[in-house]
């Protein structure tokens, strides 16, 4: 006989045109293992309240249409088991259904994904082929198998969102580029049959953009498939230094960061504002620096170098 228990689900509702804030309905069913989230709220949705609303396509976790936040964490409903979330209820055997963070709200579990979209079309996230408009659908345009494979994993991705909903930076600053959005840049950068890397290039290193990722690695932990995405952003951040873009704040903080560790094996930071920003651009930190002082809690002017410098060293030289 098959495994079964009730199971509570603690969903939030929020319709914009009735309700003047969010509230959250519980519901109890009986769900036997081997049920999926998406599954059970199908059947909350079919036999209890025809109200609620969420998005579901494909339920094969392949058009990642119902991401959703699951017990605080973003994940496909359709492909995570009801009994695996159970260990990670807060209230034994009650789940907690919630829409993903970073994204306005338009009911319930359905939220606007059209910043998504922007973000793909400023960041040029499609390849425009060297092959004339004429010859496509011709011949096929191969490319040497070891240059696939150094974007394969980024082209798992099926913008589910659950990255850009766990995103730090996101929660900061809508204006971000976002982890989703780089890892298509940085698969299309690498791909040889395209001809906008450097005009995709160009606007990764405007304000906003690649180096303002803040490296918390939740992306990470997000994806739905795996996918390494603080690689990619590494990854379109190299192409920048290989390209000598260096007219952005983020390419200056980076190398004054790596030319600090690779000298002395310690960052100085007393002076990586004014080698950042600029002396005149840096005026903007005084605040923050007098708010350090007045806590005693001023970097060092002069920096020891660490003990084991050369083999610090040694790595750059390999790395080079």
């Known amino acids: ?34 049920v999926t989230i998406l599954r059970a709220i199908n059947y909350i ?34 492909t995570t088991q009801v009994w695996d979330e159970l260990p990670n209820c807060k209230e034994v055997d009650v789940i907690t259904i919630e829409p993903m963070n970073n994204f306005e709200i338009i009911r319930d579990m359905v939220v606007e994904y059209t910043p998504v979209i922007s973000k793909l079309e400023k960041y040029i996230s499609w390849v425009t082929p060297r092959i004339k408009q004429e010859d496509l659908g011709k011949k096929e345009h191969l490319i040497p198998e070891a240059e696939f494979k150094v974007y394969d994993a980024a082209t798992d991705c099926i913008l589910c969102g659950a990255c850009y909903s766990e995103c730090s930076m996101m929660t900061s600053s809508r204006e971000y580029i976002s982890p989703l959005a780089l890892l298509k840049a940085f698969r299309m950068v690498k791909d040889s049959r395209d001809t906008r890397s450097q005009d995709r290039m160009k606007v990764l290193n405007e304000d906003h953009g690649m180096w303002d990722c803040t490296h918390c690695y939740r992306c990470v932990q997000a994806c739905v ?12 951040r190299n192409e920048a230094f290989l390209r000598g873009m260096k007219n952005s704040e983020g390419y200056r903080h980076a190398y004054a960061f790596t030319q600090d560790i690779k000298s002395t094996g310690r960052l100085k930071e007393s002076t990586i504002a004014v080698r950042t920003k600029g002396i005149f651009g840096s005026v903007s930190m005084l605040p923050f620096a007098l708010k350090m002082m007045s806590r ?23 790395l080079k």
């Not at 929020?14 to 519980?26: G, I, L, M, Q, R």
């Not at 498939?225 to 379109?236: F, H, T």
């Open 1 to 34: 006989m098959d495994e079964k228990k009730d199971i509570y689900f603690k969903i939030f509702r929020f319709n914009p045109e009735a309700d003047t804030k969010p509230f959250y309905d519980d519901f109890k069913i009986s769900v036997e293992k081997g």
């Open 45 to 78: 949705k079919d036999h209890v309240d025809s109200t609620l609303s969420y998005r579901f396509y494909c339920q094969a976790g392949i058009c990642g249409s119902c991401s959703m936040r699951i017990n605080g964490v973003s994940k496909l409903a359709c």
């Open 225 to 236: 498939k795996n996918i390494p995405i603080m690689d990619a952003i590494q990854g379109v």
């Open 296 to 318: 005693n809690r001023m970097p060092h002017f002069f920096v020891k170098t660490i003990p084991g410098i050369k083999y610090v060293k040694k790595i750059f030289q390999k």
